[in-house]
């Protein structure tokens, strides 16, 4: 029989799992010599039985503990090689989340929705897809009039309760009868939303953009009302000193009309200097016509007095933002979306 001392001498030099099992095996495995020689002790006297069984009883406790501790240290080195591989750097910068913000868009028409309301302006959101009644005759365009030809849009295959193909808005004063009827008068109410059109791309027209209409019906309502609140809300809204220029214009669901231009200063970042920008059409407005208010179901005599505006939201955030294509807004590039 192998010596203790031996046994675990070869102990201390097995550095593998496989060469301690094996050894194990020879020892005290189910053949091993130790587990024989247990079986051996029937022939011997029960005096030398008694002896060679504490003998051998204590040499494989020793043995069983001595291979118990050699497995111990294996399985250590095995978690910490493996917390080694594992090993977090918590000194390591942390990876940056990217946050998502408003579109410039979405911000500019809140902001406008916003001092609106400061001004005593009701939000409304009008709908998208409307009837051709509610975008051209409603607002007095009969759907002959040469008006609709600027006008082209997408029509729907859906038809209304007139026979009509439904069509995607082409200005939110489509939404200006239905709110009218809705609330009667006197009225001051917003609507903003997307509007669409068969209009040719260029760095001031899209197919789809988005306007703001106004509707303000009152007694005593005068074209002077209207160019102090129009200046009030676009100085508000462009934080900056805004002139504001109005030319007569055509609408057919206003009389008189008018388009407003503005323009601001700014400061040259070559020279420093102090110039104005170029005028920039952002608005149609005008006196609401008596046809509309009598589609409306309100009487002209009693109440000739108001006015509308549809300002153009793409054009008022290029101006504000300084962005010289109003294409830019909708192209899809997240280098130009990520910039605000
Ligand atoms: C209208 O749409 C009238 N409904 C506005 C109005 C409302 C007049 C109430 C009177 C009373 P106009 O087509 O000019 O008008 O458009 C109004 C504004 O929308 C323009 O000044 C411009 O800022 C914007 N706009 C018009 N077409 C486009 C386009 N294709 N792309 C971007 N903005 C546009």
């Keep these: 029989m192998p010596e203790k001392n031996q046994i675990l001498n070869e102990l201390s030099a097995v550095s593998t799992k496989d060469e301690l099992e094996t050894r194990y095996q020879t020892y005290l495995g189910k053949k091993g010599s ?43 080195s095995e978690i ?50 409307v009837s051709k009644f509610e975008n051209f005759e409603a607002v007095n365009i009969p759907i002959t009039h ?22 995607m808005r082409t200005h939110t004063s489509s939404a200006q009868n239905a709110v009218i009827k809705k609330y009667g008068v006197p009225i001051k109410v917003v609507l903003p939303g997307r509007c669409y059109r068969f209009d040719e791309m260029d760095a001031t027209h899209d197919t789809m953009f988005y306007q703001m209409e106004g509707v303000y019906i009152d007694k005593n309502i005068s074209i002077a009302n209207f160019k102090y609140v129009i200046q009030t809300f676009l100085s508000g809204l462009l934080q900056k000193k805004v002139e504001v220029r109005m030319r007569p214009g055509y609408f057919p669901f206003v009389e008189p009309g008018f388009e407003i231009d503005a323009r601001y200063e700014y400061l040259d970042q070559k020279t420093g200097e102090k110039k104005l920008s170029k005028w920039i059409e952002l608005l149609g407005a ?12 309100v009487n002209p005599e009693e109440w000739r007095s108001g006015f509308a505006f549809g300002i153009g939201v793409n054009r008022v955030a290029a101006m504000k933002y300084g962005i010289k294509d109003i294409r830019y807004f909708t192209n899809g590039d997240l280098r130009f979306l990520k910039s605000f």
């Design 286 to 297: 005008g006196m609401i016509h008596p046809n509309v208010l009598k589609t409306a179901g």
């Design 34 to 76: 130790i587990t024989q020689q247990f079986k051996t002790m029937g022939s011997l006297s029960p005096e030398e039985r008694k002896n060679k069984g504490q003998e051998l009883s204590a040499l494989k406790t020793a043995l069983e503990e001595a291979f118990a501790e050699k497995e111990t240290t294996f399985l250590m």
């Design 146 to 167: 040469p008006a609709t030809e600027m006008h082209d849009t997408i029509y729907l295959k859906d038809k209304d309760e007139r026979g009509e193909n439904y069509v």
């Design 80 to 129: 910490n090689a493996l917390l080694e591989k594992d090993l977090v750097d918590i000194s390591l910068p942390a990876k940056r989340l990217e946050t998502g913000h408003y579109h410039l868009l979405a911000k500019t028409r809140r902001e406008m929705e916003e001092i609106a309301q400061s001004m005593g302006f009701r939000v409304e959101m009008g709908k998208e897809v």
